[in-house]
């Protein structure tokens, strides 16, 4: 159960689908070097629901053939240098979606259901080009009612960051609940923590609410500032001057490798 | 008081906007929408008025779901959601919001983050204000290259959301589903109708000597200055820190006048 960050790292194999969170709700950069470094590729990642520093690096390493996602940016840094690029040249695929659709399609595996029904999205060339999904017409509606059906999405491995794990596996998630979420889709689910306690987070009312049971947690790995250069909820802001440095220097696959390889993927604590 | 800002034009043209809202969700890049928000409610704060709630994706502060980024949807799904705000790499005359790319999709030749929650929310939220600060030919197109959330629907579709109004840097628009089409409500200061229309790419409706929009009375840039921008930069600290800046540079320029 608990682990190194380059053990977890080895669970990923080629071809595999990945789901990683919204860059506010945990991210594990921490695991981004790791990942790079054990080399699996060919690899689908799933934006939960949307992308940015750990998906950017990851296909600028190479190892990304697909990209399911609602979008993909470095936030306040602008846009994502790497997926722009792979987008331009064509070298990954991206299965644009939209955020509750990716919602949808983990709370249908969450249920162990087929698909979930969602409003929106009719008219929409997201939809169009989406040949995975269906419209059907509402079966309980007196007159013709579109609808759009979401596949359940189940991931091979989620892989987030938490601030706190008990020694039994157990994380505490807060009100973060799409790590939750992820988890519950995912066949595997791989968690670095700020810290690791003795104590079961499941003793006390408090903490079992925000607590995603180890049940759900294949693998859980000590990184202080885990998240770095996202912040951690509850933990620490996010280090903004470093994301516009890595949007500066990712705008040519050179200046990428330059920052890759020169140690920075060390939190400045 | 330094003169009135462009941006903060933008600031109060959204807290008018937003007036009478119970519930207004921020996207996680929007600092000039979040502060329009934030003005209103520190207006209506000190009216002694109801205060509208507001929540802030990606903000602690801001934000009161406790179910993951999923709530937000869901929220707007049962209705609870009265405003949202939509930008565009591209926008048309019908109201169609590209947020993809523009060029033949897939291999779009300028790729644009992608769609978010506006495939959504634009169905579903009463009140969606359209906001693009650039006002030029190349964001505000006869039609986009990709419909991330169409302006209008079909009848049958379910359809509760849409377009309400499109704020750019240079004016003002409404949204009239019937036509469907927009028409100019007033122009910012420093713009006129002819440098708004070549700056369009789509037809829209107007006066033949357009009203400008209206700029902040003192108490309002105060409260914008001050505790609107404090509450900002949690959420959007370099933002807040251009702002804080271009006051400086606007007060220095003020002095060098006098």
Redesign the interface.
Known sequence: MVTTLRDMAKQIERGMSIALPVDYAGVSMAMTGPIIEHGAGDLHLICVPTGGLQVDQLIGAGLVRTVETSAVSLGEAGGAPRFNDAVKKGSIRVMDATCPAIHAGLMAAQKGSPFLPMRGLIGTDVLRYRTDWRVIDNPFADDPDPIVLIPAIKPDIAIFHAPVADRFGNVWIGRRRELAAMAYASTNTLVTVERIVEESLLLSETTAAGTLPAIYVTSIAEAPKGAWPYGLWGEYPTDTAEILRYARAARTAEGFEGYMQTGLMEPAI | MSAVLPREVLICAIARLLDGVRHVAVG??SPIPAAGAMLLRALKKKAGAPLPRISI??S?EHNF???????L?DCA?QGRIDAFFLGGGQIDGQGNVN???AGD?????V??????????????VPRVILFREEHTPRVFVDKVD?????GV??D???RQGGPYALLTGKGLFAFDKEVPGFRLESVHPGHDLDDIRQSTGFEFAHEENPQQTALPDAETLRLLRGDVLDELTET????AEQMRKDHELALKACEVVS
């Open positions: 996680a890049s994706l990606g602690v779901f406790t179910n993951g980024s999923a709530e949807f799904g947020l993809v790319g999709y897939p291999g779009s030749t790729r644009w983050p992608g769609s978010f929650g506006s495939a959504y929310l634009y169905f579903v990709f419909i991330s959330a169409p629907s079909a049958g579709v379910f959007y600290p370099a933002f």
